[in-house]
């Protein structure tokens, strides 16, 4: 299974930052990893022109359930496979927090983005007072649980889970190795448990903190098949290393 580096650019980025993936395209021509952008989508098609011919794929932070209608503001997968992208970001605590997403409408969006032929990343994660309740890995079961098909009906390529706890998102802390191996293999037993033998083929990201000094260490843990990046990303200097990093793993 080839890891996966992948940036969250989160609502950031304008046409003079295209220079910062043209370094990471000419920098990496041949990552021994998958490498993923996923700008705001704004940027999604001209950033498909900027590396076109490159290594690195595209993808949005988000999508509607629907595949298309009056829901304005919003963006369907079609729209987002249109513009140039193959994978999407779903569930993100910061979507969870600022938009109210449940689990069902993960689940729902989940479902939207693969019917329309994209790799969905579905993120879940506890908050600083569920880890401090000891609850992380209740919390983790419940939203895989709640936010995946009951069947794996896709590759299981096609389906990615990004552990990102939220006290770890642009803070500079991470837990422990120990703590992030935990995590990883109690999803991959969740999903063995639930899909069956191709589960093992499921990519698990570790995402929060991730920076050029601490990303060879996570990279080694067990079960850590790659990154969701955010601040990280947005520099080549900075998401090259990362990549070279899972490269290496
Ligand atoms: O939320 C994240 C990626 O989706 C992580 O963000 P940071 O890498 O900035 O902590």
């Not at 993936?21 to 001209?46: F, N």
């Not at 290594?55 to 949005?60: H, P, W």
């Not at 007072?129 to 939203?143: F, K, M, P, Y």
């Amino acid at each position: 299974m080839r890891n996966l580096a992948a940036g969250n650019w989160k609502m950031n980025g304008l046409v003079a930052d295209l220079a910062q993936v043209q370094a990471l395209a000419k920098a990496h021509p041949a990552p021994d990893c998958d490498v993923l952008l996923c700008p705001p989508a704004t940027l999604i098609s001209r950033m498909a022109d900027a590396v076109a011919g490159s290594a690195v794929m595209l993808g949005g932070q988000d999508c509607h359930a629907n595949a298309s209608g009056a829901h304005t503001g919003d963006i369907s997968a079609q729209m987002l496979k249109d513009a140039g992208a193959s994978h999407v970001i779903l569930g993100h605590s910061e979507r969870r927090a600022d938009h109210g997403e449940s689990d069902a409408i993960v689940l729902a969006k989940t479902q939207a983005a693969l019917f329309a032929g994209l790799v969905a990343i579905v993120c879940v994660g506890e908050t600083e007072a569920q880890r401090d309740a000891g609850q992380t890995l209740d919390v983790i079961g419940a939203q895989l649980a709640g936010s995946l098909l009951a069947q794996l009906d896709c590759a299981p390529n096609d389906l990615v889970i990004a552990y990102e706890p939220v006290w770890a998102i642009g803070t500079g802390r991470t837990p422990t190795l120990e703590e992030v191996g935990a995590v990883h293999r109690f999803m991959r037993a969740t999903l063995l448990d639930r899909f069956g033998a191709a589960a093992r083929e499921m990519r698990l990201l570790y995402g929060g903190s991730v920076k050029p000094a601490n990303a060879t260490e996570i990279f080694a843990v067990p079960e850590v098949n790659g990154a969701l990046v955010g601040g990280a990303s947005l520099k080549a200097d900075d998401f090259g290393p990362i990549v070279a990093a899972l490269s290496r793993g």
